[in-house]
């Protein structure tokens, strides 16, 4: 059969039929633990009866209507999110790419409008990740997303992931807009950004004028434990942050969210989008919200992610010549492998597993948020029971 999609990916010949809370089931009947979930996003597990209800009741009555007119589910969902965030302003988008381009925009803009024309520099660090629109890849600290695509827009540059002196000279320059950056990167291969650097990296960017842009695309909406991560850490709040992924739960949805004073320069007219916000993305982003913010959820993640992060570590322990670390926080987590952990995924996926990979050889978990103890014991199971054929067939 010839496929006319661009082959810009290379998926396995396995075709999915239906899913469950945490099950998905093949056109064979064939069920699988889902552990990468979409890449984080089917964060409430697939078809949650709040989220079909909310979706198929605003299926009857209004899909779409244009940001030319109110849309009272958007202006409620910003308003609830501004209350449990830093954010005085939200702008929906339908991606975490765009999400970040309305970052970059905003911030551009806010230096502009203060009459700083000459601060259009963008700092990002080496394995980061933000979308692949041309504001992500130039963002973005993955020279290969770039290739191919055209000299790098003017302003940005990457730095060490790591190297603090680079940062401190860089972010003194008089050119400087922004600093992006992943609390915990996700594709670059699940690694958290220590509470210090975090907040030397806010206290740098307060003394230079420069806005701290998070990307929470993939470790927001409650996935590390808190309702975003860099919540863990007290102080380090920023001006802007794109988020997507888990806060729509299977429906693309996307936001950028902003301080009032960072938001200064957006006035009518500026930025805007065609489907960002509309009436169905904002039935299920207020229902997943519902969900995520209730009673004891968040507790329950952190209390599941101890039987995670317990799981893997016996994992490593166990296994010390095939892995060599645990990363990660909460349940977006990193089992960093000796090889690549290509074939693994695959081999797992046979045993009825689903994980994901990352950058530096990880092997990538995101399970929904409902996850339970049970099913991480059996997904942990699964991954031992591999990792066990593996040394036998290596003849250890
Ligand atoms: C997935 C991701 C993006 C891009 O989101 P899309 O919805 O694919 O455009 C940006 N940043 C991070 C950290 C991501 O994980």
Redesign the pocket.
């Known amino acids: 059969m010839t496929n006319a999609i661009l082959p810009v990916y290379g998926p396995p010949p396995v075709v999915f039929e239906r899913g469950e809370g945490v099950r998905v089931y093949d056109d064979k009947g064939k069920a699988y633990l889902d552990f990468i979930a979409g890449?984080?996003v089917n964060s409430l597990g697939h078809c949650h009866p709040a989220l079909v209800k909310a979706l198929t009741d605003q299926a009857n009555k209004l899909w779409h209507t244009s940001n030319m007119f109110r849309i009272p589910g958007q202006e409620r969902l910003a308003q609830r999110y501004c209350d449990l965030t830093f954010a005085d302003r939200v702008f929906f988008t339908n991606?975490?790419?765009?999400?970040?381009d309305t970052c970059l925009k905003i911030a551009r803009r806010y230096q502009w409008s203060q009459d700083r024309k000459e601060r259009i520099g963008v700092i990002s660090f080496t394995g980061s990740?933000?979308?692949?629109?041309f504001g992500?890849i130039n963002a973005g600290g993955q020279e290969k997303y770039r290739e191919g695509f055209g000299p790098r827009m003017e302003g940005f540059r990457t730095l060490e992931y790591g190297d603090d002196e680079a940062f401190k000279t860089e972010i003194a320059k008089p050119d400087i807009a922004a600093v992006i950056i992943?609390p915990v990167q996700?594709?670059g291969g699940v690694r958290e950004v220590p509470e210090e650097r975090l907040l030397m990296i806010r206290k740098l960017c307060d003394e230079n004028g420069v806005l701290l842009i998070y990307?929470?695309?993939?470790?927001g909406a409650g996935r590390t434990g808190q309702l975003f991560h860099h919540q863990w850490v007290k102080g380090a709040e920023p001006e802007l942050m794109?988020c997507?992924?888990g806060i729509g739960g299977g429906f693309?949805m996307?936001m950028a969210l902003a301080s009032e004073k960072a938001a200064s320069g957006m006035v009518k007219g500026v930025h805007g989008s065609t489907f960002g916000g509309n009436p169905l993305a904002m039935a299920v982003g207020n229902a997943v919200l519902d969900v995520i913010t209730g009673k004891d959820f968040l507790a329950n993640v952190r209390h599941v992610a101890g039987t995670l992060t317990q799981g893997m570590e016996s994992l490593k322990d166990r296994y010390p010549e095939l892995v060599v670390a645990v990363t990660g926080r909460g349940l977006l987590r990193g089992l960093k492998m000796k090889k690549d952990p290509l074939p693994l995924r695959g081999l797992l996926a046979e045993r009825g597993l689903l994980v994901g990979t990352a950058g530096d050889n990880v092997l990538r978990l995101a399970p929904p948020l409902i996850v339970t103890e049970n099913d991480v014991r059996e997904a942990i199971d699964i991954i031992d029971q591999q990792l066990s054929a593996m040394m036998t067939a290596a003849g250890a």
């Open positions: 890449i984080a991606s975490g790419s765009e999400a970040v990740f933000h979308g692949r629109t992500g992943e996700g594709e990307d929470e695309v993939q470790c794109a997507a992924k693309p996307g």
